[in-house]
């Protein structure tokens, strides 16, 4: 798969940080904008309000990005995310996929019969689309017998609070293959226009400094465990208690 960054809110961290100040401040924010205000102490701030959890100031920011070679079966985990977020996708019906295009699951390894089987069928998919087609089918109708492995194209649009969110469930380890990739590619991308959210797009578990999975991938504690141990009080008691 390949992920560019095609574009971004100009200057990310001065944006929120005007953002913030305007929630609390009788300056109109045009002028807190021109203010020269050092990198380091908006960083600080922007820092301790996402680490609180006062995120609507974050999505003043977008970044868009282009994603080629994802499988459809992909998309479909990508769409799930839905707030923060607008897909533009490479159209099935108007696109001719007349080549084999897909996605191999490295779980098939290199050679062996699974593998062989497995690249059996999609060839055997793609020969039947060409052949609808051919007769006249309408590639919105012959697309049927394409699998989940076929490729595809997209531009994504996401705001930092919903990206932060998304990273911080398919950066998990446990995450599927695929989208735990292609989070780690766009993470990639955004932090070199936006370095102080390095620290932010990571795995659920390295905030909470546990995991609240219903399992562990062993980077850390899970919560029964910590509970256990008198470490954690037991989130659904704490609920009771204050109901």
Same mark, same amino acid.
């Given at each position: 798969m390949e992920v560019t960054l095609l574009a971004y809110t100009p200057a990310p961290l001065k944006v929120i940080y005007t953002a913030a100040r305007t929630c609390y401040s009788a300056?109109?924010? &045009?002028?807190?904008? *021109?203010?020269? %205000?050092?990198?380091?102490k908006m960083e600080d701030l922007v820092n301790r309000l996402i680490q609180q959890g006062h995120h609507s100031v974050l999505e003043h920011v977008s970044f868009t990005l282009g994603i080629a070679g994802i499988s459809r079966s992909c998309l479909a985990q990508l769409t799930r995310h839905r707030v923060g977020i607008a897909f533009s996708v490479q159209s099935q019906r108007y696109v001719r996929l007349d080549r084999p295009t897909y996605v191999t699951p490295p779980s098939l390894g290199l050679d062996g019969e699974r593998?062989?089987?497995?690249?059996?069928?999609?060839?055997?998919?793609?020969q039947v689309y060409n052949e609808l087609v051919s007769a006249?089918? &309408?590639?919105?109708? *012959?697309?049927? %017998?394409?699998?989940?492995?076929?490729?595809?194209?997209?531009?994504?649009?996401?705001?930092?609070r919903e990206l932060i969110h998304i990273c911080e469930l398919r950066l998990c380890p446990r995450a599927q293959w695929e989208i735990h990739e292609l989070f780690l590619k766009v993470a990639a991308e955004v932090v070199k226009v936006a370095p102080f959210l390095k620290r932010h797009?990571?795995?659920?578990?390295?905030?909470?400094?546990?995991?609240?999975?219903?399992?562990?991938?062993?980077?850390?504690?899970?919560?029964r465990e910590l509970q256990a141990q008198g470490r954690l009080p037991n989130p659904v008691s704490r609920l009771q208690d204050n109901g």
């Open positions: 300056r109109p924010p &045009a002028e807190i904008w *021109a203010d020269e %205000v050092p990198e380091e593998r062989t089987r497995f690249e059996k069928a999609m060839a055997e998919a793609w006249g089918v &309408a590639p919105e109708d *012959a697309r049927f %017998v394409l699998p989940n492995a076929t490729t595809c194209n997209l531009v994504l649009t996401v705001n930092i797009l990571v795995p659920k578990c390295l905030r909470l400094g546990y995991c609240d999975e219903p399992e562990s991938c062993g980077i850390m504690p899970h919560w």
